[in-house]
């Protein structure tokens, strides 16, 4: 009786070690990764309706950008990582403004150094 006690318990204990292995768990993002993540989907939005001329669409994506990027700039201790962010927030707003005058060249242009400038930000959380 001791034996089968003994090989359920280690059964079930297996099967409970494989069902916790196999469960598919994904880390989660800290703030800083999520807001590069919507800056870069933003950017990818931008970059997507320029080609179709979609200049509305590009003036609500850039003025979304520029605030949200304003907004975390001001609260980053880090000099460099400040500016940096700044700096796409003014971009942002550059871009938003050659859109609405339908200017799809300068669009271009500061999207280009808008993804430039994601790219280079240091990681850190707002």
Known sequence: MKKVIALLSV????????????????PELRPA??????????????NKNLEAK??????????????????TGENIPNPLG???????STLAKDVSA??????GDVVKGKAGRDQGQVRRVPHQDP
């Open 11 to 26: 059964a079930i204990f297996t099967i409970a070690i494989f069902a916790f292995a196999a469960k598919d768990t994904k």
């Open 33 to 46: 990764q999520k807001v590069m993540q919507a800056r870069v989907a933003w950017l990818a939005a931008i």
């Open 54 to 71: 979609k200049f509305k669409a590009i003036v609500k994506d850039a003025k979304e950008l520029a605030a949200q990027t304003q907004k």
């Open 82 to 88: 400040k500016e940096i962010t700044l700096a796409i």
């Open 98 to 103: 050659a859109a609405a005058k339908k200017n």
